[in-house]
């Protein structure tokens, strides 16, 4: 099955830097990374997401890469700001449309 | 759009006792919906996949006849956990597909924080 691998798994950041979150999948088959943002107590929420046929996609302050070759994607996020702070989840999706999720990074905005 | 309501939000029960968690797309049809547990600084861990109409398929090592899953329409499903006990306390989260070209998002719902005693 799938194998989702995320980096780091804590991050603290200065107000107003930039954050990257890593991840790797394993099943070459997988075509669909959505990120999700889970702040406590409350379910994932869909940030963005990219597709297999699409490298780079942006949203405001939000950006997500995906090089199918090396089988890794990454999310960025630029000009942090304290409601920023969550835990923040990759995830890939194979043909099945089963989502394989990442342990998870814990991003802090320091003010 | 694309909302996902669950209900209720939070759960104490007694060992021995069932408890239902309904999980509602609100503004899509869902013909598939998922089941997820999640412990307490973990990722989420899938747990069946319901589908409208039919039995849902479990995820290896979960216990069908403790979770059970219906799918009644096409905008509810619903989680019954049979004879709770304590290691069943969890936050439980469903989340919804919506079907759009070749790729199905999944939106999920807020989540139902059950605690055992």
């Known amino acids: 099955g799938e194998n989702v691998e995320q980096h780091p798994s804590t991050l603290s950041v200065q107000e107003g830097d930039s954050a990257v979150i890593k991840c790797t999948y394993s099943?070459?088959?997988?075509?669909?990374f959505p990120w999700y943002k889970q702040e406590l107590g409350k379910g994932p929420q869909l940030i963005i997401d990219?597709?297999?046929?699409?490298g780079e996609k942006k949203d405001q302050r939000i950006a997500v890469t995906l090089n199918k070759t090396a089988k890794h994607f990454s999310l960025h996020i630029t000009e942090t700001q304290p409601e920023d702070s969550a835990v923040y989840f990759c995830?890939?999706?194979?043909?099945?449309?089963?989502?394989?999720f990442g342990a998870g990074t814990t991003v802090t905005v320091r003010a | 759009g694309a909302v996902v309501s669950q209900h209720p939000s939070w759960v104490i029960c007694k060992s021995g006792t069932s408890v239902k968690i309904e999980c509602r797309s609100l503004?899509?049809?869902?013909?598939?919906m998922f089941w997820y547990r999640q412990f307490p600084k973990q990722s989420l861990m899938l747990m069946a996949t319901?589908?409208?109409?039919?039995?849902?398929?479990?995820e290896q090592g979960v216990e069908k006849d403790k979770f059970l899953i219906n799918h009644a329409s096409l905008t509810l499903s619903t989680l019954t956990v049979t004879s709770a006990h304590p290691e069943d306390s969890s936050f439980y989260i469903c989340?919804?597909?919506?079907?759009?070209?070749?790729?199905?998002?999944?939106?999920f719902g807020p989540g139902t924080r059950l605690t055992v005693l």
């Open positions: 989340s919804a597909e919506r079907e759009w070209s070749s790729y199905n998002e999944q939106f």
């Open positions: 099943d070459s088959a997988s075509n669909y």
């Open positions: 990219i597709r297999s046929n699409v």
């Open positions: 995830a890939a999706s194979n043909p099945d449309y089963k989502l394989s």
């Open positions: 503004d899509f049809q869902a013909t598939t």
């Open positions: 319901s589908n409208e109409g039919s039995k849902a398929t479990y």
